[in-house]
Every structure is written in C-alpha cells, then in structure tokens.
C-alpha cells in the first residue's frame, strides 16, 4: 500500500515536468533516426579519379571494369601526376588510377602490365576495403585476359577456380544491421539513470527527504517507490526504439521475442539502477547529472562494443569493458537479432545483467540504510 | 583598459578556483586521448579462421598455406565437420570459414570449376567487408597461379598477359586507425570543453547571482563577456600543445601548415563557445545547460566525419553536415596534421569555417550583448 502511494507521489512529480517526460521519449527516438542512419562505414561509390596516359583500348577496357561496378564512381580525368595529387590532398578522390603509357605494349607483349593505384589512407578501414576492392577487380580482369590468351592458343579448358561467398547473419553487410541492436543499449542509458537519480536527488537538495527519513517507511520501499514509475517509462522507452528499430530500420529479429523483451526488462531495471546509485553517492542535482552522464553515458557509447569492436582493445580495456553493463545488452541484442540464437547461448550475459542490478539495488538500499540510521 | 585588465584578472581567478573544470579540461585533451586512441579502432588483423579441408591434398595445404601467410589471419582452427563451424561462428570464436571440397585438386587439375566456400560472421559489416577482401585477394592469386602452371604444364610459358596493381596507400602507408583517432580526438575536445565550459560559467554565475553584481560594475557587456571568455579559451589553447604532442607520440606526421590548424582551432573554439552560450540561454539551471549540452554535442560529434567518414553518410546527412564547423575543423586537422598539406588545399574548408563558426561566435556574443543570457530568461 506504501508502495503504491509513493509510486502515485512521484507520477505527479512527473506529471508535472512534461518537457522533460517528452525529451526522454523523444530524443532517443530521435538519435536512434540519426545515428542508424548517420553512423555507417559502408563503402559504396568511392569517388574515383583516372589519369590515363596510354589511352589505349586495352585500358579503356580495365577502366570499365571499375565504372561497372556498383563500387566506384569515376569523378575525374586527370592530366598529370600534380592534378593526381590534388585530388587526393583535397578530397575530391579516395582512388586515383594511373595507367603507364606503356601498359596496353606490356600486355600485347605478354610482360606483367603495371598500373598504379593511389588510395586515401587516412580512414585506415575505408582504405583497406578500398584496396580490396581495387585488387579484386584487377585481379579478374588479368585472369580474364590470360584465359582470352589461352583459348586464342588453343587451350580449350583452363583450370578455373570459383569461390562461393556466404555471409552469415548479415547478408547484405549493412552497417545498420550492425549498431541498431546496440544503439538499444546505449540509447537506454541516456534517460532512465538521470531521470531516477534526479528525483532523489531533487529531494535531498530541498530537504524534504528528511520527512522520509523520519517516516516508517523502510528505505528498501521507498527506492522500490521512487523507481516503480521510472522503470515503467524507462521499459516504454525500450519498447518504442524496439519497434522503430525493427519496423522502420527493418532490423531482421531472428531470435525470440519473449527472451527479447526478457532481457530488454532486466536491463531496464539495471539503468534505473545506475539512477539510484548515482544518488546515493551525490549531494547536487549538477552533480548526479554530470555522474550519470560522464561516467556512464559517454564510456558506454565507447566501450559497450556499440560501435568500436571490443576484441580489438588492449586486454587491459577488454577488462575495463566488463564495468558497463551496455557492453552485456549489446551482446544479447545482437545475438537474438542477428544470430537468432536461444538461451543456452545468452544465458551468461542475462545472468550478468541480473546480478548487476541486484548489486546496484542492495548496495543503494545498503547505504540509504546507513543515511536514516 | 585597466578596467578590463581587472575583470579578465577575476575571470581567470574564478575559472581557476574550479579546479575540477580544469582538471576535466587538461583530462579531456590529454588522458583522453592516449586512452581513446590506445582502445578505439576499427583495424581488422588477425582474424581467426575455420578450416575445414575436405580434400586433403598438396594443393588443398598449399592453399590453406597461403591463409597462414598473411598477418591479417591470424590463428587457423581446423575442422572436421560441418557442425563444427556453425558452432564456432554461432559462439563468435572463428570470424571466418574456409571449407575445401574434396574434389578441389581433381577439378582443379580437369580442367572443371574448383570450388572453395566462404563463411563470413557478418555481425560487424566492417570486419566481414575486410575478411571478404582479403579472402578475394588471396583467392584471386591463387587461382592466377593456378593458370600460369596449367600453361607452363602445356608449354605455354611466360607470356601469359597479367596486369599487376601496385597499390600506394597515401597519407597513412600502415593503414593503422590510430592516426586517424588521435586527431580526431583532439577535434572532438574542442567542441565538448568549448561548449561545456561556456555554458556552464554562465549558468553558474547566473545561478549564485553574482552576475548582476557584474551588470551593474562600469564594465560594458563586450567587456564582460570577453573577461569571461578568455580563461576557458586560453587554456584550451594551451591544452593543444601537449594533445599534439600525445598525437605526434602516436606517430601522426603533423607535416602540413601547423599555423592553418592553430588559426582553425580559434575558429572553431569561439563558434564551440557560441554553442554554449546560446545553451546558457536555453537552460534554466546548471543540469539542464549539462544535459542539453550532450545532446548537441553527441550528433555533432558523430555526424561531422569524427568517428565515420562523411563519405558513407547518406546524401541527406552528408548535406547536414555542411552546416557543423565541427566538420570543416576535422578536415583542416586532417589536412594539415595526417595529409601534410596546406591553405591552398585547404582554403575552401576554412572558408566554411570562418563563415559558420565566426556566425554562432557572433550569434553567441549578440545574444550576450542583450542582455539576454547573461541576466537570464527574465
């Protein structure tokens, strides 16, 4: 009876700051718009920039193979080597293609025709697959070229070897597919810490939790009170990127829906635990504000594997990883979205996240405890 | 001007009494960015791969040889069964498998198709496009080899035409992420502490209603706002020496105009510092400039080519983007830092710059002229 009394208590406190309610549904709404589309590292149409001196058939030929294909898209002829390097210098090309006067001689003469390719490192993964693509390419150009050689010469067939591709959970290789099930975790983090930590806070700051240190009310109600109301906008919250991520971004969801939502709750609580925590070790409404966000917004957006792959860290950071409970919803998101694997793959992350929140919520109510007394 | 020597005097007093900002400040753009750039890379290398060769033969070894060979797989994990490989990728242990039919060698030597299949974890596109390149590249070879043997064998010998790319990475021949992070690092600390610090100053000054105090002194407003101004960009600026030091640590080249980058940083601190005003305006308390402040600093942050090329945006967001200095500042810090080139590649960016960050500077500074958000929302 408690309980819901103090949960009705903090529903009008809340009722009466509709910005703010507003701000926490819709924002993160909105950065799940920006950052699904925003953040990609898909490399598609690299601006390509020819400086052809030989200017021959031959290398009219192995141009096409690269204007052909859906990755390159020709943005320039150029003239001489200074206007090769201008392009790079400012931008304006990822891949500049030399071919030598003496190429389309080299090949009719059956000498190794050199070309040279100039790639834009300075993004080292852009330039990587840029690179891979480029050799590619080539690479199935020459082999056409010496079967054209060899059938000319009689030989009927030629060894030839094929390779069959498959890409497991992501056939297309989006990006999107990649962080939406992460953006989840890191977009849970923006709101539901700060909101719950404030409206702890917020009492201590005006002095009317005195009046509950006073009361009979055990601190273990009064947090569960506090909370009730902020774990159901938080889970609200989930709900609806949940649903734009899968309707809209048309994130595959392979796995389960229950253990989806499961998971989705605990973690929940695991956030508006941060919330209570973060108030019980700060006096200020600033300083809980800047605790729930500097300590635990920003290091998760880095270092929950969102984003930047955590198997690349140092050991020592892989470690430091395991301190932001992001890191456990991220991996049991992907799992059921991508992998569509079952429990006995996402128990132990589950189990994580479950044990995080009991800790956060016995080490508040702990020192709550210590505060009354 | 003595008047002024005096209110910039009790700027730089209070800003430094608040040594947790300073310290937040020196942090940002020092331990921030070795950690950053020690953890944060999207560099694909060693890759574990699985291994199921079903033929068996010197071919098929030779093959699996040429994996082995390379620094960007690292450990070979051989197979026995098909079910072993689902389990392996399913558990996230291999990035990557290799499956060779049994009739590999046959074919290959009858002249018939030699298959070879690839399984790639696709759960990071990034990894997954680098593996499949690098697969291709490997395979490719291969299979010219392949050719080049099948004619020798037929006394065929060395004319067969091949065309040989020989590729130059420029700017960065290593292709390592950290260059890259590094300057990013240092762009990104100037738009959080520029923003930041502003806002917060403002608000707090406002809050323990000191500012009054201050309206009602001789000083004039320019005066006032740029006493308050000058502690928080003097040790920003400052703050750069050791940052550029940290990134030359890393190996960034930092080759090109250095004074093109220093006069960027200007720009595009004083338009950060317009943010934050116009923030302290918005936010009726300290809190409230915080929480506003993160979430124009986050997609300015990762829309403005600081952690994703602007290259794979969308057409719409890369047309956003034009509109965040952010964006111009990264180019130049590229540009001058890792390209090693100068103003006359990269005057259009500092155009943009100029245009957009000396805007919000001034957007900033009108609004604080009025009075507006220096007394408050009242």
Known sequence: MILTALARKELVEIRRDPVTLALAVVLPVVMLFLFGYGISLDVEDVRLAVLDHDRSQASAELLERFT???????????????????????????????????????????????????????????????????????????????????????????????????????????????????????????????????????????????????????????????????AVIAFGEMLLVLAVGTLWFQVPLRGSVVLLLGASLIYVLVTVGIGVFVSTTTRTQVAAVFLSLVATLMPSVLFSGFLFPIATMPYVMQLYTYAFPARYFTDVSRDLFLKGVGLEYIWGNVLLLAVYAAVLFSAASLLFRKKVA | MQRLAAAIRKEFLQFWRDRMLVALVVFIYTADVVICTVALTFDVKNLTVAVFDQDRTQLSARLVERFSATDYFGRLVPVERFG?????????????????????????????????????????????????????????????????????????????????????????????????????????????????????????????????????????????????????????????????????????????????????????????????????????????????????????????????????????????????????YMEIALGTLLKGVGWSALWPQLLGLTAIGGAMAFAGWARLARGGALIGRA
């Open chain 1, 68 to 230: 052909s294909s859906t990755y390159f898209r020709r943005v320039a002829e150029l003239r001489s080597p200074g206007e090769a390097a201008e392009a790079l210098d400012r931008g304006r090309a990822t891949v500049v293609l030399v071919v030598p006067p003496e190429y389309s001689r080299n090949l009719a003469s059956g000498r190794p025709a050199r070309i040279q390719v100039l790639v834009d490192g300075s993004f080292s993964v852009i330039g990587l697959i840029v690179s891979n693509y480029v050799n590619a390419i080539v690479s199935e150009h020459s082999m056409s070229l010496a079967r054209r050689a060899l059938a000319a010469r009689g030989v009927v067939s030629p060894p030839e070897m094929r390779v069959e591709t498959r890409v497991w959970y992501n056939a297309p290789m989006k990006t999107v597919n990649y962080i939406v099930p992460g953006l989840f975790a890191v977009l849970l983090l923006a709101f539901p810490p700060m909101l719950t930590a404030l409206s702890i806070v917020r009492e201590k700051e005006r002095g009317t939790i005195e009046q509950v240190y006073v009361s009979p009310i055990r601190p273990a109600v009064y947090i569960l009170g506090k909370i009730l109301p902020y």
């Open chain 2, 84 to 328: 072993e490989i689902d389990l392996l990728l399913d558990r996230g242990e291999v990035d990557l498998a290799l499956v060779i039919p049994p009739d590999f060698a046959r074919h290959a030597a009858s002249g018939a198709p030699a298959e070879v299949q690839v399984l790639l974890a696709g759960l990071n596109s990034n990894t997954a496009n680098a593996a499949r390149g690098y697969v291709n590249v490997i395979l490719g070879r291969f299979a010219h080899e392949l050719l080049a043997q099948a004619a020798a064998a037929r006394g065929i010998s060395t004319d067969l035409p091949e065309v040989v790319p020989e590729i130059r990475i420029w700017y960065n021949p290593q292709l390592e992420f950290k260059h890259f992070m590094a300057v990013s690092m240092i762009v990104v600390a100037s738009l959080t502490v520029g923003v930041i610090t502003t806002a917060a100053s403002l608000v707090r000054e406002r809050e323990t209603g000191t500012i009054e105090q201050l309206a009602v002194t001789p000083l004039r407003v320019d005066e006032i706002i740029l006493a308050k101004a000058l502690p928080p960009f003097a040790i920003c600026m400052i703050s750069l020496v050791p940052s550029l030091l940290i990134g030359m640590g890393f190996g960034v080249p930092a080759q090109g105009a250095l004074e093109l980058f220093v006069l960027a940083s200007v720009l595009s601190l004083a338009g950060s510092m317009g943010i934050g005003v116009f923030i302290a305006g918005f936010a009726e308390s300290l809190q409230q400039a915080l929480l506003i402040g993160f979430f124009v600093i986050f997609p300015l942050m990762f829309l403005s080519g600081t952690t994703v090329p602007i290259d794979s945006m969308p057409r719409v967001m890369q047309v956003l983007s034009l509109v965040s200095p952010t964006r111009y």
